[in-house]
């Protein structure tokens, strides 16, 4: 296996809230996501979620208080956390999270998206 150009990936995705996996790392995945407007509010019950802004900024409202990320940030939500992401601008995020975590957690609906590799 090559080395991965995260640009070039990033480039290649045209929707927002679809995570593509890159590469996987023992049972987690490397996934590369564009982010713009509000997602749904949702947790994830027996997985941590790992979130680190390469472009733009996004906001991770939470019951205890919302968090800001800007490029260069990360943050991990506890598992059994119910959170929102949201962004005004368009966001690049790269999540590592188990393979098998579906992007809604449990809220399932419309923006529920089955990470696919790229």
């Given at each position: 296996m090559g080395s991965i150009n995260i640009a070039e990936?990033?480039?290649l995705i045209t929707e927002y809230w679809s995570p593509r996996t890159v590469a996987t790392v023992n049972d987690y995945d490397v996934r590369l996501v564009k982010v713009q407007g509000e997602f749904v509010r949702h947790q994830h019950v027996d997985s941590d979620e790992f979130f680190?802004?390469?472009?733009g900024e996004l906001t991770i409202r939470m019951d205890d208080g919302d968090v800001t990320l800007r490029p260069g940030d990360l943050y991990v939500v506890?598992?059994?956390t119910h959170h929102q992401p949201v962004s005004a601008v368009e966001t690049t995020l790269l999540l590592f999270e188990p393979s098998e975590t579906v992007n809604t957690g449990d809220a399932g609906g419309p923006m529920t998206a089955t990470s696919t590799p790229i």
């Open positions: 990936k990033l480039g680190l802004v390469i472009d506890p598992r059994g």
